[in-house]
């Protein structure tokens, strides 16, 4: 295990919340305070007490401890993990992305990404995003028209999730290595039919839709939770031929 | 974009159907034969064309290009991402997985990760992942019982897939950094039963299932497929403390 | 067309609300006051004034149209219709149901069915039925404990929705004709295990599981509801032989 | 219970498969044969065994052990409950369907309603439905096409299951009583689109989606089933003002 440097960024994890917080100074959680100080130079996995006795593990923030700064419309794990899962991305990937808006899918990309381009045309949303993406050095924000050009070449995987994203595609194909992954996100369907019409180049197209249930388990109450997400996006998928 | 090396594993992509071959011989596809020795010394994305006249752009193969020899139960990519999604795995991770079955799995963890070892009681299972995993460098294979022991420690993600998983959660805690994340991959509510009854020492536990819907889109036909996979598995997290 | 009768209870539709009131004196509506005693003698189907102009549709009610008073469960419209299309339940049916509830279910087994019995144990649910199901004469309502005894014989369908059903199967075998239809309405997973071990009797044991998915239409903003109602029961037939 | 009479159809109940038969002469089951002959006079519930000692219940026919000559498209019972649910249909409702197709959704809506009129345009499924529906005396079918006018008035519930039914809503309208409610069935996105234009007439228009999973209980596999059907249609409701 590493150690703890001083102002580190660190993860105090608890039996029921979590703080993102940085190892100086005092902290008050709900369950009384803590000295982050002196935490410094201690090894990740030890235990800090409140003065009130509340037990918090100290660990190394995952992406998923992270308090991004959001916007209306956030990107799901669900569906970040579909994109992932079907194009295949990996390390070895130069993804372009836009628009970038809160920066959340940006994060999750540029977490397995060599490299993540992320075009914003809003001048709003590129200020909330580079506050959120402060510190992460394979991501190039650029507050930008996509549809006015794609700097980059021989890209692995473009991703548009944007208002009117048929207007971004032949910038896309530009821009894609032959085999390469076109990925929309669309809310609605009429934003697909016009991605389709503008598919003509690409080949392996593909339309998808994923739905997660949260259940409980156990005590006598095994069933899917009550409340669910019915409808995020649909996911199109397509290769640069 | 990269020249394409002689003996080079390759992907002819065609507008129907893709093909994974080396770069050397003749090739005969379903409609004609192609020189791929000729293809060596050329650029990734060159348009290849059979005798017949038949079209392919030639491609780097990607994670989802190859063709792994697949065992019976296989997993899918939406429930690959789902756990890369709610995990944030990315490409700073060391991953302990279990069983390794075919390989398929390993495969895309191995695509993110750092590095990923990979538990196999099985003998048969272990050839045959043998050979689908060849020259993935950053797989450590073992054909042993997970549940005698995790011989790695600070590890940050251990995926369960396999029968009785309840039996080598000890295990996975022993081998996870706090913090770090168990997920388990169950087809039967019984199995998350008795997995819950160990997971005293984790938090942030969650049972989720993610269903797949494929659409056909447009020419007035634009619908949800009429067959669906049902079910695949419950995935359960977990995070140690 | 039929004609209103003085103090009927009608319904008033209009574009964006219904109120379900009697055809006698003044009643104020959200957009004004209507004379409903002028209605009675008129056809249904006419429309009607508030004296702020807000029209009005007259229509006899269906039961959609009811308002019952409503306890904290009440069966869905999704579960109901599963019920009716997979029993083949129709206008020659003798139907048991145990608990009455609210009488929600009630009042659509009765829309349908000869006649419905239907038994509650919990004296405050069986007077807030009682007052649901005031009119409907094929309705035959009792304050018992189903597991105590069915009185009726060569049942149709019974219909178990009540704490512990694994407990009224066997009233439930000998009330049903050969043939006939068992169907327990069950929340939890737990319970259709204990179910199951009682059915060693019937035969043709299915369970299922109704999801709805509500749809926005048209206006560019095709697409499933955000928000979903993930669970409400799981369905489970059985016949007895 | 009621007895058998000579001829009728009675339905053969076994633990794993029914038989729909006339009751007379000797019959072939798939483990021996009975003497149907013998069973006029009894009593429905009685047990009739094979000359091998195959036992079967002897039971009155409910709709759903019909065996209807079928044709491709079949309405499924998910979706025949989702009518009867949402419309509130019952006994003493006058409904219109268009088209009849191989009278299977006929059947369910007979079982019910007071009286069902049937329109269907091609000859070739009016006679495969006639064969069907023969015997039901509430259904008054036409070889008609229903967009050329409903003869009927003051109808409860008209479903329309047809090609083009945006060419049959103004006809629909004429037909349905004020309160009354429109169904449309429709399996694409692109119909629902040409039907809301329709629809200015109407109000409480809704558009829903029913998908039914199928689940295995119990002996540690408990899960839903792996196939599953994807989609048959979505359903629009709307009431005529």
């Not at 207007?167 to 194909?173: G, H, K, L, T, V």
């Not at 388990?217 to 669910?228: A, D, H, L």
Request: with cysteine.
């Amino acid at each position: 295990m590493s150690k703890i440097k001083k102002n580190a960024l660190i993860c105090l994890m608890g039996d029921d919340r979590r703080y993102i917080v940085k190892a100086k100074g005092e902290f008050s959680t709900n369950n009384g305070q803590i000295d982050l100080g002196a935490l410094a130079g201690k090894e990740y996995g030890i235990k800090a007490k409140t003065h009130l006795g509340k037990e918090f593990t100290v660990i190394e923030p995952r992406l998923v401890d992270l308090r991004p700064k959001r916007l209306p419309q956030i990107v799901m794990p669900k569906d970040i993990g579909l994109i992932i899962g079907h194009t295949g991305l990996g390390k070895k990937d130069i993804v372009v992305e836009a628009g970038t808006g809160s920066g959340v899918m940006t994060m999750a990309l540029a977490n397995i990404a060599k490299k993540v381009h992320t075009y914003e045309i809003r001048e709003d949303f590129f200020k909330v995003a580079t506050e959120n993406l402060k510190g992460m050095k394979n991501v190039d924000m650029k507050n930008k028209d996509v549809c006015k050009g794609i700097e980059e070449k021989d890209i692995d995987v473009v991703i548009l999730d944007m208002g009117a994203p048929e207007n971004a595609i032949d910038e896309a194909y530009k821009a894609l290595k032959p085999g390469g992954f076109l990925v929309v996100y669309s809310p609605v369907i009429e934003q697909i039919d016009r991605v389709y019409s503008k598919l003509g180049k690409f080949t392996s197209i593909r339309t998808i839709e994923g739905i997660q249930r949260d259940w409980d388990i156990g005590n006598n109450k095994t069933r899917p939770r009550t409340r669910m997400l019915g409808h995020t996006a649909f996911l199109t998928f397509a290769r640069r031929m």
